[in-house]
């Protein structure tokens, strides 16, 4: 295997580009850099230097929408296989954790992910039984922890309704639910970044965003004279949903979530 030195200016593999663009939907573009601990983990496993990592990761910023409408470019210089590889996973997601864990495993390499950031508490999950279930136990918090990773540094760790930015407190929401669409639940546009209090109201349709972005509440919450419903739930109704930096939320998800859990 080739020294970090040796692979000095050599063309990136496709495997190498894979575990790349896992590692870029997974934290905050802002924090793309040579000294972000991500970024040097993976340097290691790829026998790279960070800088070149980082540089990398800049590159797949060029073809991310959500940078585009901020005026973000990325970086420039890059290649026809860095566009094949985000053509190919953007929008299959399941498809890149899987390949990218695969990828790591054949290196003998550790997760991208760390161990403690495994599970969500924000899941209701079914895993099966018998001789695979272990496997598919793996599966299931490998896809899990990648979604929670990439919605919250989507959002730059901070909830999309009141800007509380303590980590323990935030949840990765599903706004179609992990038991109703198997091919959304890696998906980080199905995702708002939300406190515990404010997931628990969406899953429960206390709280929806219509189409004009808007956070409703529902009249159950309304009529409530809890002085604490009054401050944490009513008084935001009908204002704005914070957007993230990437990974915007489908209006597709929104409106199903709307019509199908939101209580009007």
Known sequence: MKTTS?????????????????????????????????????????????????????????????????????????????????????????????????????????????QEEHGDLSMNLSLPSGPSAAAREVETRLHQTFFRRSVLASYEVSCCVRRLNIAALLVASHIIPWSVREETRADPRNGLCMCSLHDRAFDRGLLGIDSALRIAISRTALRSRCAFAE???????????????????????LTWHYDHVYEH
């Not at 894979?18 to 040579?34: D, G, H, N, R, W």
């Not at 401050?231 to 209006?251: D, H, T």
């Open 6 to 114: 040796d692979k000095y200016g050599s063309l990136w593999s496709r495997d190498e580009l894979v575990l790349a663009l896992y590692l870029y939907c997974q934290i905050p573009f802002s924090k793309t850099k040579a000294n972000n601990k991500d970024v040097i983990s993976l340097a290691m496993i790829l026998k790279r230097t960070p800088s070149s990592v980082a540089r990398k990761l800049g590159n797949f910023g060029a073809f991310d929408p959500g940078l585009a409408k901020r005026g973000i470019s990325g970086l420039a210089h890059v290649s026809k296989v860095d566009k094949e590889i985000w053509d190919k996973y953007s929008g299959n997601w399941d498809r890149l954790v899987a390949d990218s864990e695969s990828i790591l495993q054949r290196a003998n390499a550790v997760s991208l992910v760390a």
């Open 231 to 253: 401050i944490a739930l009513a008084s935001f109704n009908g204002e704005q949903v914070r957007m993230p930096k990437r990974f915007a939320p489908k209006a597709e998800y």
